[in-house]
């Protein structure tokens, strides 16, 4: 199960309670920013934009590539290591809004991880150091340090140890 803190709602829909869950400004400024930065070519201004404006935790040397969408609710919650690459297009989710709920989680993706192009990644995953997520995968759960995963659902491919030894043959 993927780790997110839930809030129930009753009478409509959780996401007819949007604004009483995060303040309309804050998504307003979210949004404009991570405009900004989607079509932005300087990986050092997207991560500065990302870093000042949105408080998000990104590493040195990490490179958001053309498109990548984080999270506009809760940017914070969104933790990056050192020389990462985050794909064209992907998606990255702190939030969730369900019919009589609604779900808010960390996500934290390690130092030294490829991120393929066209990845949804939901609220409350780590993706482990040196892991590599597969183009258009569905990451809904963690992905273990080292290991090599896709698809839809996401599933592991090789571990750590399956990877190295497959490196070692060639």
Do not use: C
């Amino acid at each position: 199960m993927r780790k997110t803190e839930r809030y129930k709602v009753e009478d409509a829909n959780s996401l007819w309670r949007i604004y009483k869950t995060v303040s309309f400004f804050k998504v307003m400024k979210s949004f404009i920013v991570i405009q900004i930065a989607r079509y932005t070519p300087f990986l050092s201004v997207k991560n500065w934009l990302y870093r000042t404006f949105l408080k998000m935790k990104v590493g040195k040397q990490t490179s958001f590539a053309l498109m990548v969408m984080p999270d506009t609710m809760f940017p914070e919650k969104i933790s990056v290591g050192d020389n990462t690459i985050i794909g064209y297009n992907t998606t990255i989710l702190a939030h969730e809004y369900l019919i009589d709920e609604y779900r808010i989680g960390e996500v934290n993706i390690g130092s030294n991880v490829l991120i393929g192009a066209n990845t949804t990644i939901l609220p409350g995953v780590t993706i482990g150091d040196g892991a590599i997520v597969s183009a258009a995968s569905l990451v809904h759960k963690d992905v273990p340090a080292g290991a090599f995963v896709g698809g839809n659902p996401m599933q592991l491919i090789y571990t750590k140890e399956e990877m190295e030894a497959r490196n070692d043959g060639e």
